[in-house]
């Protein structure tokens, strides 16, 4: 069974920094695809990154988040990690990393369509 785990959340000062990790047990995530998104309360989930699989070299992201965060990937340690600098308080959100198994187009990359295996969330707080 494949099972995603965040970790790193936590309360940070406007203007802060923290770094989230997402693990996996039973596969190795340099072989799909992985996203993270954020679920803020009353709205809706919002995709925020894509790496790529194998290198990683290739990332995605929101237009609300360009600039200030950055995703990555240590396949020697089976770890895709979201650096989020600048953070502000509508950063404000439970965040979630997700495997795309099936290798989808583009246009679902920061869609929840496109992602078959979820995390349960991590919280993280930005407030002073």
């Known amino acids: 069974q494949v099972q995603l785990v965040e970790s790193g959340g936590g309360l940070v000062q406007p203007g802060g920094s923290l770094r989230l990790s997402c693990t996996a047990s039973?596969?190795?995530?340099?072989?799909?695809?992985i996203g993270w998104f954020r679920q803020a309360p009353g709205k809706e989930r919002e995709g925020v990154s894509r790496i790529r699989r194998k290198s990683g070299t290739i990332t995605y992201y929101s237009d609300s988040v360009k600039g200030r965060f950055t995703i990555s990937r240590d396949n020697s340690k089976n770890t895709v990690y979201l650096q989020m600098d600048a953070l502000k308080p509508e950063d404000t959100a439970v965040y979630y990393c997700?495997?795309?198994?099936?290798?989808?187009?583009?246009?679902?990359?920061?869609?929840?369509?496109?992602?078959?295996?979820w995390g349960r969330g991590t919280q993280v707080t930005v407030s002073s």
């Open positions: 039973s596969f190795t995530l340099d072989s799909v695809d």
């Open positions: 997700a495997a795309d198994a099936r290798g989808r187009i583009t246009s679902y990359y920061l869609k929840e369509s496109g992602y078959d295996y």
